[in-house]
């Protein structure tokens, strides 16, 4: 594998680490296209910018992203309805990037500047308090 190109390759992408990809996070998916064993269609939150981009670097042919991966969307951040938090950590646990933080039975918070607006958390909360901000 090219490492230099995996680089690069993962620069291009939105650093969601959502694995809507088929991968644990973008590095993976990066060293799949680099190794030639993934398309550059495979991203919803690059868009189809994004896999153009892919395209590009990879000198392939440009292709949509594939939306049966997933809907691209406006950036967005997470946000946790202190009144609703039940502290249970069910949202820590499945944040790929710790931007979620507080101790079991008391409530959580996002750090915002490190959410990726990856949505891992919103299916793990049991009582549905966390809330998809768009930001500026």
């Known amino acids: 594998m090219d490492i230099a190109l995996a680089e690069r390759l993962d620069r ?8 809507q990809c088929g991968f644990d996070g973008c590095r993976p998916y990066a060293e799949a296209m680099a190794r030639h064993e993934a398309g550059v269609d495979r991203c919803p939150p690059g868009g ?6 892919l395209a590009h670097l ?5 292709q949509p992203y ?5 809907l691209h ?5 997470a946000l946790i309805v202190e009144a609703d938090c039940i502290g249970c950590t069910k949202c ?3 944040c790929p990037v710790d931007a979620i933080i507080g101790g079991a039975k008391h409530m959580h918070v996002v750090i915002e500047p490190l959410c990726t607006g ?8 049991p009582v549905d308090c966390i809330e998809m901000h768009l930001t500026a």
């Open 66 to 70: 594939d939306r049966t991966r997933g």
């Open 118 to 125: 990856c949505e891992l958390c919103l299916p793990a909360c």
């Open 58 to 62: 990879l000198s392939t042919a440009a």
């Open 48 to 53: 189809d910018a994004g896999a153009r981009a």
């Open 92 to 94: 820590i646990q499945a």
């Open 12 to 19: 291009l992408l939105p650093q969601t680490q959502c694995g």
């Open 73 to 77: 969307k406006p950036s967005a951040v």
